[in-house]
């Protein structure tokens, strides 16, 4: 079954960095466009990047655009989420997420906080 397992996570101060990965199972992972997202308690789940399945096209989120960089490896099925220059508005849990066969699979998330 597919599998995805966020980790990177954690603590960091506003201006700071963090990398996040996705490791992916369960499915021909190069065949899939891969996305992050993020949700705030309260708050929808909002799609923050994306990648098509041999990474040759990006999309990003306005409020993130110029400091996080999507990529990934297929031969490690493996997804990234690279987050630079980091503000507290990007504190939130951070999701990976793959849309295969009509459904949505996600991970169990990974905690992102920014704070001084």
């Known amino acids: 079954q597919v599998q995805l397992v966020e980790s990177g996570g954690g603590l960091v101060q506003p201006g700071g960095s963090l990398r996040l990965s996705c490791a992916a199972s369960g499915f021909p992972f190069s065949s899939y466009a891969m996305s992050w997202y993020r949700q705030v308690p309260g708050k929808e789940r909002e799609l923050v990047a994306s990648i098509t399945p041999i990474g040759i096209s990006t999309t990003y989120a306005d409020s993130v655009k110029g400091r996080f960089t999507i990529s990934r490896d297929n031969a490690k099925n493996t997804v990234y989420l690279q987050m630079n220059n980091l503000k507290p508005e990007d504190t939130a849990v951070y999701y990976c997420?793959?849309?295969?066969?009509?459904?949505?699979?996600w991970g169990q998330g990974t905690q992102v906080t920014v704070s001084s």
């Open positions: 997420n793959v849309k295969r066969l009509e459904n949505n699979y």
